[in-house]
């Protein structure tokens, strides 16, 4: 009964959403209050209704109701229950339930905190987002119903993949969806501010909260992926450029482009179309990595479905959300007003050329994703696009954005002395070159090993850089330091943190990937490898049980010198349902970096085959993440940012009101 009263909340829904998506835009056209108003109670409504299907749906799951095709398929009487949730959008359907859920709430959270929005702008972003929705709802009610029944019920259940048993892959979905379609409200305020034939400082500061969140929110979703990828597929590495990962880290990519082009608008209203344009694209990007994971058309470990017609469904979807919103972007744009005027050394430029090095990374990483495919439907053959593509045309891009990004914020708006600049940029620029030089010399003529030192340089140049800078504003040594600091404004430091955690980002990857260790070997007990000076002893494997699985588990002691310093004990895993293999690494985190042992198959003579690595400052990676959304989040927190932007001007608001409905 509360699967069909689940299945029954989401066709209300489905109207819900279409009144949303139409009369409030009338009531906007025709300047109605009481059209307009309804935007507010609809959009609360549409979420009641599905946050009601998506717990429907989860209960079917934790109860085993294996009538239901997505809890057969995904769940089993001995799965955890944290892994029972998760496997309600560990496949196609369920992670479309979340899918609208949190865009629902995305519109919610518009209705109740957006009360300081002019009416008219409200109405139409919530219904632009109303019609996002009702596109979803759609696919998922005549393509993809999560409440399909199977009768007679089978006593049992498949299981969820083994893979996904993994409290990071069974929290990155929600994650990363929360930043993907946070985008869609950006995209409906572009597209509202469209309609409306205005982008002004206003705008901007009203925008920018929602687009924050989301990238914030993404940052996280991509963080979390890629520690999965390192602690449960055993193959030692983070990152592997896979379709579906570059299907993510586009729209981050023209997300932060958005988020910085947004503080220009805010600050000196210039740059609105190309803006309003990034809104555009960063959710188009958003709903084209949909179609790939969702179209059958990839082959990975993250894609959901394989069926063809879903894929078209998307694909419709695609063509209409894109294809609209750039032929109203090409029709309203030219008539945006122009905003200020800006010397190419200044701020502005500074964010401008930000801006370019990141949505040319973006097209370049979308090529090398997209060009495999292009490729096939042409008839060319099976080609792939790996790790030297990417690493040969994405890492050329971020050395001058890197250096961009520490000069940037000791520029003035409107125009800026890069001497004066240089001259407080003094002790970064010494810095960088003395880690350059000290990484250089270790590196014994080593070409992969000096290229590392030129990423450890930017490193220090982009910390060092930003410490300065906030160094700049508050003098810590001067009294009244800490009213400084309490009055800066919450952005300012978000945007430091931010920074300072790009640059942990950059030195982790550029060691990781240089300076990496990886040993393979049959190793019988009392046999020892040494790996970056620690020594490991493989003592035997012995058979362990677990929830849902049996498994050898590795032991291996760790010895630093004749020290004991900690064991590992990597796991080779046979689950119960789906009968399948899988192996769960063993990680201990030492002074510069990770120590990794994988246990393999047994060779048959009382020896297992063993992977063991050294990964140098692999948790920096991580830590970065972390300082980069704690960084998002200080920012959030801004009171201009909390408390909203001013009222548009008297001025401003006779000219709107002079404006002609279109």
Known sequence: ???????????????????????????????????????????????????????????????????????????????????????????????????????????????????NLPPALRARALSVQAMITVGFIAFILFTSNPFLRLVPAPLEGVGLNPLLQHPGMAIHPPMLYSGYVGFSMAFSFAIAALIEGRV??????????????????????????????????????????????????????TGTALLHSAIVVEKREALKSWTILLAIITFSLSLLGTFLVRSGILTSVHAFASDPTRGVFVLALLSVAIGGSLILYAVRAPTLEGGGVFAPISREGGLLLNNLFLSTAAATVLLGTLYPLIAEALDLGKLTVGPPYFNGVFVPLMVPLVIVAGIGPFLAWKRGDLLAARARLGVAGAGTIFVIIVSAALSHNDWQALAAAGGLGLSTWLALASICEWIDRVHPLRSGALARIRHLPRAAHGMTLAHLGFAIVIAGATASTAWKEEHNQIQAAGSTVTVAGYTLRFEGATDVPGPNY???????????????????????????????????PAIMTVALGDIYAVLGDPDGDKGFATRLYFQPLVPWLWLGVLLMAAGGLCSLSDRRLRVGAPRRTTRAATNAAAQPAE
């Open 1 to 115: 009964m509360i699967t069909e009263l689940g299945h029954f909340a989401l066709a209300l829904a489905l109207i819900v959403a279409l009144i949303q998506a139409t009369v409030p835009m009338i009531g906007a056209q025709k300047n109605d209050p009481a059209l307009m108003a309804i935007a507010r109670p609809a959009a609360l409504a549409q979420f009641g209704l599905i946050g009601f299907s998506f717990a429907a749906l989860i209960h079917a799951f934790v109860t085993n109701d294996f009538s239901v095709v997505g809890a057969y398929e995904n769940s089993h009487t001995a799965q955890p229950l944290f892994y029972k949730i998760a496997g309600a959008w560990g496949n196609h359907e369920g992670s479309m339930v979340l899918w609208i859920t949190i865009l629902a709430l995305f519109g919610a959270s518009v209705a109740v905190f957006g009360e």
């Open 200 to 253: 002004d400082a206003a705008w901007a500061r009203w925008v920018r909260p929602w687009t924050l969140a989301a990238w914030v929110l993404l940052t996280c979703g991509i963080g979390l992926g890629s520690w999965w990828a390192y602690t449960i597929l055993g193959w030692g590495g983070w990152w592997a450029w896979d379709p579906v990962e570059n299907a993510s880290f586009i729209p981050w990519l």
């Open 550 to 584: 049996s498994a050898k588990e590795g032991r291996f002691v760790v010895l630093k010198g004749d020290d004991e310093i900690g064991v590992l004990t990597p796991q080779r895993r046979e689950y119960i349902q789906p009968r399948q293999v899988g192996t769960s």
